[in-house]
């Protein structure tokens, strides 16, 4: 059978679309002899016709909604994940704003719109407002290694006001610090724990601050709402008389969006919190394979065919 092109037969096209998924298109092309528009072309067929076989699920309970970076100067797309089957089902969009989020509800339509219940994404309004327009019956839940990740940035600018109040003779423990004081101590060698522990000896201010971080993660442990609020209330207080501004500005982001945090408590609404940051390493990892490939449709077939099983299409 001839491939779409007639110039290959589709078994052909189809060994070459699955050579793709392992190796990058110029090596393709140099052990098949083939010039690199035909690698390209028979490899967006491959990944076109396994899409076509594998489209999403008509029952959509939680997805999981995410920007990433295309290329440099702040252009984005948007990706959706189907979080009970753990795979990108849309990439999309010209930047991250409700317009280009609406562009997913519109492919996917009503009916499966209406049958989403849950939608974990960060704490950007355009996501919200156009989930909660297009999809009636879901819970939205903020997505936590987006909320660890302010965390994080609050710890360092401590680390930063520190450096600059603290004297001379105190700095040499906090200057070169930046990655030992926000990894996981698990993470780090004998020598940066060595560092970590002569840091927060040194600096009582950073050495709070950082207890207070590490504690941070037992929040999405709880099953029950009123216990969680509990915790929260409790680490808040430990905030007092701590000159602690950049974590007081965190606490308030958290208070203005405990709705979409505590709604995970509930034993209904555990899907896999980790499965969009694992999503965004694997596509680093396409973009840097595909690297000067400016084709959008490229990118988002290659993005979502990647958690599709290989199989032969011919």
């Not at 990058?24 to 690199?36: D, G, N, Q, T, Y």
């Not at 660890?148 to 006001?161: F, G, I």
């Not at 600059?164 to 700095?171: G, M, P, S």
């Amino acid at each position: 059978m001839l491939a779409k092109s007639a110039r290959f037969t589709q078994r052909f096209e189809d060994r070459i679309g699955q050579l793709c998924r392992e190796m990058s298109i110029k090596r393709v092309a140099e052990l098949h002899s083939l010039s690199w528009d035909q690698v390209c072309r028979m490899e967006k067929s491959y990944m076109r016709r396994l899409l076509e076989q594998n489209p999403p699920s008509e029952q959509l309970r939680a997805i999981g909604i995410d920007e990433i970076s295309v290329r440099k100067g702040h252009s984005y797309a948007i990706v959706v994940a189907d979080l009970d089957q753990r795979r990108p089902i849309w990439l999309g969009g010209q930047g991250r704003t409700e317009q280009d989020m609406n562009l997913f509800f519109d492919i996917m339509g009503i009916k499966r719109c209406e049958t989403i219940e849950l939608a974990v994404m960060d704490m950007w309004k355009p996501f919200r407002k156009a989930t909660m327009r297009y999809a009636p019956n879901v819970k939205i839940i903020y997505d936590k290694f987006h909320i660890v990740k302010h965390l994080s940035d609050a710890l360092d600018q401590v680390r930063r006001n520190e450096y600059k109040r603290v004297h001379e003779k105190e700095r040499r423990f906090i200057k070169g610090q930046r990655y030992t004081l926000l990894s996981h101590k698990s993470n780090l060698d004998i020598e940066g724990r060595r560092a970590l522990s002569m840091l927060l000896k040194a600096n009582k201010r950073l050495n709070k601050a950082y207890l207070l971080k590490e504690s941070f993660g037992q929040l999405w442990n709880y099953k029950n709402p009123t216990w969680c609020r509990k915790f929260f209330d409790n680490w808040k207080d430990q905030l007092r008389w701590q000159r602690l501004e950049p974590f007081e500005k965190f606490a308030a982001l958290v208070e203005r969006h405990w709705d979409g945090i505590v709604s995970y408590c509930h034993p209904d609404h555990k899907v896999s919190l980790g499965f969009m940051e694992g999503l965004n390493n694997k596509i680093r990892v396409i973009q840097r394979r595909a690297y000067g490939i400016k084709d959008q449709e490229y990118l988002m077939l290659k993005v979502i065919t990647s958690f599709i099983k290989e199989q032969d299409l011919s």
